[in-house]
T-cell receptor, first 120, second 115 residues
């Protein structure tokens, strides 16, 4: 069975601080996909990034960066120079390929989410 | 390009009633997913439809059901509503079998309140 753990329930920082959101996952699949979503107060989940299990390159997009380490089953997300607009709930999620079958077929398995509050 | 749309935005029902939630996927997407986000319980997978067929369902009782129409829009029906069904219901769509990555794009959700 798949499982995603986001150990940090809530994080509070002051604007311009860097912050890292942790994500640890469990899966028996050799091919899988990892995602990060942002949920602002409006409720809509906003897709941030997808990472394939066979691509361990880290990625940077503006102030956002992601560190994927297969050896520790972690996919951490760092926001550099945080801003008030970054305040939201952030979810890490795991998916298996469509052809894998099984009970996880087609669904995203989400972590419990990390509430990030950035104070001015 | 229009995103995933859901209606209504808010829905208030009483115990025992039925609720119907609607979702229109992104144009060209054939897969629709439903998730429940209840307070303190995170996001729980409910149902997955692709090409009009139910492909998988989560660990929810049979009173949670749905369907997908020929235009790929979808309905989620919740019968015999219980207080604990109060939650944000999120719909997502993906290109389906054409995309192996299962990248899902979410709508704004329907907030269901059961009194």
């Amino acid at each position: 069975a798949q499982k995603v753990t986001q150990a940090q329930t809530e994080i509070s920082v002051v604007e311009k601080e860097d912050v890292t959101l942790d994500c640890v996952y469990e899966t028996r699949d050799t091919t899988y996909y990892l995602f990060w979503y942002k949920q602002p107060p409006s409720g809509e989940l906003v897709f941030l990034i997808r990472r394939n299990s066979f691509d361990e390159q880290n990625e940077i997009s503006g102030r956002y960066s992601w560190n994927f380490q297969k050896s520790t089953s972690s996919f951490n997300f760092t926001i550099t120079a945080s801003q008030v607009v970054d305040s939201a709930v952030y979810f890490c999620a795991l998916s298996e390929p469509f052809n894998a079958g099984g009970t996880s077929y087609g669904k995203l398995t989400f972590g419990q989410g990390t509430i990030l509050t950035v104070h001015p | 390009e229009a995103g995933v749309t859901q209606s209504p935005t808010h829905l208030i029902k009483t115990r025992g009633q039925q609720a119907t939630l609607r979702c229109s996927p992104i144009s060209g997407h054939t897969s629709v997913y439903w998730y429940q986000q209840a307070l303190g319980l995170g996001l729980q997978f409910l149902l997955w439809y692709d090409e009009g067929e139910e492909r998988n369902r989560g660990n929810f009782p049979p009173r949670f059901s749905g369907r997908q129409f020929p235009n790929y829009s979808s309905e989620l029906n919740v019968n015999a509503l219980e207080l604990e069904d109060s939650a944000l219901y999120l719909c997502a769509s993906s290109p389906g079998w054409d995309s192996p990555y299962n990248e899902q794009f979410f709508g704004p959700g329907t907030r269901l309140t059961v009194l």
